[in-house]
């Protein structure tokens, strides 16, 4: 090992430390703004934040320092920004709402803050237990077992709310099974594809110069899509069914590199979105939402069938009035939206005050962590690590797209929270799970990668006492 490669460690959480402090400053900065912006005075829990902010950086940081020191130096301070950020938006969302008494609506902020400290400990638990990720292959099928058992379970045992039963309640809580399951079954298609790799990229026809897999071997996909449709009919969540999907279709591809696969994917979904979209009528009063949002102000007898909600016109608004710049934090009228403004239209008030920049800003800190994620499976050394990798990356850009498409009218609405931004606890300590696992992963490839100058291209050397024939 050359003095180069052992001084790479602290250089990287020399470069995680300076970067964390800048995303605590700018946490704390944000929160006390949108105090002086609304109130004229200072938040009262700007010292409680800040303590707050200050802990939930240093403490992974001083677990990465000895127990990960290879890990990505990017994707902490990216994933604590914006956590940091959340919790802006949610405090100022809650000054509004307190303001707007006919909405009902919660405190979430301080609630969030609890999830923030739970989902970041969890996150160190998990750097701390796991150290090595391979030894999670040992367990997929375990872990599809228990992902299939939580993707079902709100059917049979869920709470209908807001038209989808995504939700179990527990007491006083309330737990959204689909956010962990997107996690479990990137590590059993990672596990899967590792073991069937060769089978599933080598074999099939070629039909019209595309190489078809074959019948046989559409088993698993053709499952995993029956599963998607009967979450999307008994549970009416389409965004989890999206994800759970999408990320099958990202990995095998991952896996065989064969455009068959996507082609195959693609056609599936477009068949079940379209039978379930015309049947289902909460899906299909989605539909109808996406295609004429500005019919929900004409008169009731002339809206379209299952037009009930006007949240995607006002959303549309929101964005149209925020502009370039924005109109100033603290400044806009997120209370328009209603109920579902801190979930997964939190991104209309970062539209509507921070403009079509903070827009931008917001999603190119989705881009770029899921980009460290990707990086990650490319210098991964092993096929597992690879393939969990990309499908937790993918898993992040697919949650984002369906959220941010549906806000801003590119697809149907989806109702899925905001990775870090949208109040929720399920949501937010799966998340910080997904970051655990990436840093994991991205510590190990490090750590298995050859120095340069190290003899990586020298053949191997013949063992003593044998003679060749």
């Known amino acids: ?63 990465l320092r000895r127990f990960a020191p290879r890990a990505d130096p990017l994707i902490l301070p990216v994933a604590t920004l914006l956590t940091g950020i959340g919790l802006v938006l949610l405090h100022r969302l809650d000054v509004t709402y307190a303001q707007t008494p006919r909405l009902k609506i919660a405190e979430a902020a301080s609630g969030q803050l609890v999830w923030t400290v739970i989902g970041v400990a969890v996150c160190i638990a998990i750097l701390l237990v796991l150290r090595d990720h391979r030894i999670l292959q040992r367990y997929i099928y375990l872990t599809m077992v228990v992902a299939l058992v939580l993707l079902m379970a709100p059917a049979f045992f869920g709470a209908d709310m807001y038209g989808a039963k995504r939700w179990i309640l527990i007491g006083p809580l309330s737990l959204q099974p689909g956010e962990f399951v997107k996690i479990m079954i990137s590590v059993f298609f990672a596990g899967y594809l590792t073991i069937n790799r060769d089978a599933l990229a080598l074999s099939g026809r070629r039909v019209m110069g595309v190489q078809l897999p074959p019948g046989r071997q559409l088993g698993p996909i053709f499952t995993i899509w029956v599963i998607s449709l009967l979450v ?48 289902e009528p909460h899906v299909k009063g989605r539909i109808m939402a996406w295609l004429h949002p500005m019919d929900i102000f004409l ?25 370039i710049a924005g109109s100033g934090l603290g400044q806009g009228h997120p209370e328009l939206i209603g109920f579902a403004g801190n979930s997964d239209f939190i ?6 005050e921070l403009g079509l920049a903070g827009v931008m800003a917001v999603v190119m800190l989705y881009v770029l962590l899921a980009q460290r994620g990707l990086r990650v499976g490319l210098t991964a050394r092993d096929p597992f690590g ?46 910080w799970v997904m970051v655990a696992l990436l840093l994991r992963i991205s510590d190990s490839a490090q750590r298995r990668r050859e120095p340069v100058g190290a003899g990586a291209d020298r053949p191997p050397r013949r063992r003593r006492g044998r003679r060749e024939r």
């Not at 938040?43 to 992974?60: H, I, N, R």
């Not at 989890?240 to 696969?261: C, D, P, Q």
């Not at 068949?271 to 049947?279: D, E, H, I, L, N």
């Open 1 to 63: 090992m050359t003095f180069a490669a052992l001084a790479q460690a602290p250089n990287r959480r020399k470069t995680e430390a300076w970067l964390l402090a800048f995303v605590v400053l700018i946490a704390v900065f944000g929160y006390a703004y949108t105090g002086l912006s609304m109130t004229g005075r200072l938040p009262g829990g700007l010292a409680g934040f800040a303590v707050s902010m200050f802990f939930v950086a240093l403490v992974p940081h001083l677990v």
């Open 232 to 279: 999307l009919v008994f549970e009416r969540d389409l965004g989890t069914s999206l994800i759970f999907f999408g990320v099958f279709v990202i990995m095998l591809y991952m896996a065989t590199e064969r455009t068959s696969w996507v082609l195959c994917g693609l056609a599936m979904a477009a068949v079940g979105a379209t039978v379930v979209g015309s049947t």
């Open 299 to 323: 008169p009731k007898s002339q809206r379209p069938p299952g037009l009930i909600s006007e949240q995607a016109a006002q959303a549309l608004f929101s964005f149209g009035s925020g502009g």
């Open 347 to 352: 991104l209309t008030t970062v539209g509507e």
């Open 386 to 431: 690879k393939l969990l990798a990309v499908g937790l990356s993918g898993a992040l850009l697919l949650q984002v797209f369906v959220v941010a498409g549906g806000v801003t009218g590119l697809i149907p609405l989806t109702g899925k929270a905001l990775p870090f931004l949208a109040k929720g606890g399920s949501s937010l300590v799966a998340n």
